[in-house]
């Protein structure tokens, strides 16, 4: 089947580093996908890591991707206000044929001086 | 390049009503997909159009209807409002990418509260 879950929340200090735990079902998805949203906004496509890859660094976004456990997470380095958002975690089944994405409740991640 | 954007930004409506939606994708993209966005579901996929052809279709029902032009630019109807029509409507922009990736991004969305 197809479903993909994430904690609900995430407080975390200025400077700190943020970890986004997610977790999905279906062992085909070939991309996995991790979009922000703030209020009032669409979706913006941080980063993505293909099925085969077990690591992906961006910047200050680490990717890390168990496809056993299929457990994917988010590092985000140095935390800033300005990451406080939601965090969607999406996978992209094979079954589901072409661009369907299956998204996650979302994180939302806040962050305090 | 240009985002994807969506029209229009806000929409209020009465129940009984329709509504038509409209996406202009990146350029060069030729997938346009649909999803709704709600506080109790999350984000759903409602349907892609490639190359003026829907491809996929999530399970909404036939109230939810879409079309895409020769241009790729993509409308999305409703008809019939419910008060659970109610929410942000995302259309989302893709191409394949040189590495063979898939990416797909997402307009501002249209934020539609039916009454």
């Known amino acids: 089947g197809e479903d993909v879950e994430q904690s609900l929340f995430l407080s975390v200090r200025e400077g700190d580093s943020s970890v986004i735990n997610c977790t999905y079902t279906?062992?085909?998805?070939?991309?996995l996908y991790w979009y922000k949203q703030e209020p009032g906004a669409g979706l913006q496509l941080l980063t993505y890591i293909f099925s085969n890859m077990d690591m992906k660094q961006d910047q200050r976004l680490t990717v890390l991707l168990n496809k056993k456990d299929k457990h994917l997470s988010l590092r985000i380095a140095d935390t800033q206000t300005g990451d406080s958002a939601i965090y969607f975690c999406a996978e992209r089944p094979l079954s589901g044929g072409y661009n369907k994405l299956i998204f996650g409740a979302g994180t939302r991640l806040a962050v305090h001086p | 390049k240009a985002g994807v954007t969506q029209t229009p930004r806000y929409l209020i409506k009465t129940r009984g009503q329709q509504v038509t939606l409209s996406c202009s994708p990146i350029?060069?993209?030729?997938?346009v997909s649909w999803y709704q966005q709600t506080p109790g579901q999350g984000l759903q996929f409602l349907f892609e159009?490639?190359?003026?052809?829907?491809?996929n279709k999530g399970n909404f029902p036939g109230r939810f209807s879409g079309r895409q032009f020769s241009n790729s630019r993509s409308e999305m109807n409703v008809s019939t409002l419910e008060l659970g029509d109610s929410a942000l409507y995302l259309c989302a922009s893709s191409n394949r990418a040189p590495s063979g990736s898939y990416e797909q991004y997402f307009g501002p969305g249209t934020r539609l509260t039916v009454t």
């Open positions: 350029s060069g993209h030729r997938s």
């Open positions: 159009y490639f190359s003026e052809t829907q491809r």
């Open positions: 279906d062992s085909s998805s070939t991309y």
